[in-house]
């Protein structure tokens, strides 16, 4: 397209020739209006004025007779006026007045005739345009009365002129505006367009001009902007994720490699069987990864929430504490439930129950200071508008620095190397909770962890 067929096309130069054919419409019947009401009023005016002399010097002519027209005619030809007289005889004689003779011209169907008008103007003459009546008397005299209308007929051509200028003006004006505008508004959508292509050439880093007018056009800028951002981060998370993936990976295939490789070179009948048996083991803990990474996944994209179904969590707790009370009372601990019943959500009750055992699941791993019993509590209560269910512990708790990234994948904190995991269990409960449209929140219990899953009441 060529670059001024290409400036038509915008929205903002059809908009701009839209307002101004709007304008000039507009424009040109107020124009139009003020012209009537001067020039062809003034016009009319005259002609009612020609007419009603016509009229009066009619009636002299019956009333007084021909002396009376005359003296009349005498009276009025010498003042100033503009107007102009003729009456003639039979013959076309001329009897009085100051037109010497009438212009052969012929006149139209009302009688009315226009001629040109030569006047003295000090030394020089002008030629003017009068305007005239024209009507037999009784006795075959002829009576003409005019007017000089030359400036009438200035005005009206000083009152055109503008019409036309003004209108001519505004076009010259508005078409400029329009391409002023529009050419302005393409370079900042063809900026736009640069700079998504230099985007999608690789150049992550790139985002879109911004004037700061705060326009739509920046408001539009600034979207995409977070777009990309969010787009940024995202692709960073997964590159992270898969570097992760892949350490996590790595790790527990080269303790197999080493193993299987140590009992070939032994040769020892037992020594195989003890790889092969870690070997099992290795591959349940990788099978494991694998199958959270998978439900983390699934949560997120949030496909299954046509799955979800109205449900009492208060029985998905009554579930996992009858699971997790053998477990914490092995390690010498307590394991507290209070949960009324009519906590109804609606939701996916193995993830759900997948969600509440991670919780107690760390809570049980992490939950106990050195040297004492696990302390646990997981209540369920409805506030508000809200179901929240909550898992506390006495232990040494997630630092406020920490409690955003440990519900990334793959995030440990250093204080729990020692023990068992994958850093995978938050990352699930939020994926859930995103599923189920709730929030997963880490609060301190003074001391230890609160863990609250925060999901919205089901009114039946
Ligand atoms: N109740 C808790 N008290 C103290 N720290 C906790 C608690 N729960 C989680 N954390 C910290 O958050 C980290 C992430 O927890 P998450 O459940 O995601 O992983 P994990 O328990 O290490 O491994 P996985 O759950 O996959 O077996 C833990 O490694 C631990 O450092
Ligand atoms: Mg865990």
Redo the contacts with the bound molecule.
Sequence with gaps: MSPRFKLLRTSTFRLAALYLILFVLSVGTLLGYVYWNTAVLLERQTDETIRAEVQALADQYRLRGLGGIIDTIRRRSTDESGAVYLLTDVTGQRIAGNLTNLPAIPMDEANWIEFPLDVEKGNARERHVARAFYTNLAGGFELVVGRDVEALRQFATIIRQTIFYALAIALVLGLGGGVLMSRNFLKRVDAITEASRTIMAGNMAGRMPVTGSSDELDRLALALNEMLDQIEALMGAMKEVSSNVAHDLKTPLTRIKARVEAALRSGAEQEYRAALESTVDESDRLLATFN?LLSIARAEAGQSRSGLAPIDASAIIADVVDLYEPMVEEEGGRLLSIAPEGLTVMGDRQLLAQALT?LL???L???ARAGKTPELEVSGAIEGEKVVIAVR?R????PEEDRAR??ERF???D??RS?????????LVSGVMKLHKGVLLLEDNEP??A?KLVLPLHRA
Excluded at 395 to 398: K, N, P, Y
């Design positions: 959270a991670n699941d760390n809570a791993k992490y939950g512990d232990g040494e708790g997630i440990v519900t995030v440990r904190l204080s729990s023990k068992p995991g994958n850093g995978l269990g938050l990352s230890g962890l863990a």
